[in-house]
């Protein structure tokens, strides 16, 4: 009896303890595709990701500082006020898609990548890495060094990896807006479930 009363007063003062805590915060940078371009935002992944985790216990929350046209450069560049601003316990990094469609060189995009995981783990942040994939008609090399750069950060860093963002989105039109380059709001809920798998066991 006295074991169990023992354990009972354990369990109350956790759950206590979690009630009076605040939330700890997921720190989405991305670019448009996470900033909810051409959408209610709303409707917009890291919104779902917020319901989500407003039904986790202990308590978590996501803040989105994603902007629209973004590169790697500009979130290496924002990264260390997003940090002192925020604070977060893991930060989701989803840079790098303006970087390929504009061609730009991939050993920049992967310091700049390598610069921002640094300074997240410097500030005892996790971080979860997103991985995008470019259309065929940027040529095969560029391509697959596009893609295999974020696997080698993931690898370098032992951060968990997101292997393709749009996987189950890309190049379906009734998922996808006209420019084929952002997806609807119908979209948006795979899309969670492809940082989900990644994330939710990070909040355990």
Avoid at 10 to 37: F, N, R
Avoid at 79 to 101: C, W, Y
């Amino acid at each position: 009896m006295a074991k169990r009363f023992l354990f009972i007063l354990l369990w109350v003062a956790s759950v206590a303890c979690y009630a009076d805590s605040p939330p700890a915060t997921i720190l989405v940078l991305g670019d448009s595709l996470s900033a909810g371009y051409g959408i209610d935002q709303t409707s917009g992944w890291v919104s779902l990701l917020q319901r989500r985790l407003q039904e986790k216990s202990p308590p978590w929350r996501a803040v989105n500082a994603s902007i629209s046209g973004d590169t790697t450069s500009g979130g290496r560049a924002r990264i260390a006020r997003a940090l002192d601003t925020h604070r977060p316990a893991i930060v989701i990094v989803e840079l790098g898609g303006n970087d390929g469609l504009r061609g730009l060189p991939l050993n920049e995009m992967q310091k700049n990548l390598a610069a921002i995981i640094e300074q997240c783990q410097k500030r005892k942040a996790r971080v979860v890495l997103v991985g995008m994939r470019l259309p065929p008609n940027y040529g095969p090399v560029y391509t697959e060094k596009f893609q295999h750069m974020y696997a080698q950060l993931a690898q370098r860093y032992r951060i968990p990896l997101v292997p393709f963002f749009l996987e189950g989105v890309a190049g379906n039109k009734d998922l996808m807006q006209p420019d084929g380059v952002h997806a609807r709001a119908a979209g948006q809920p795979i899309m969670l479930e492809n940082v989900w798998r990644v994330l939710a066991p990070m909040l355990r």
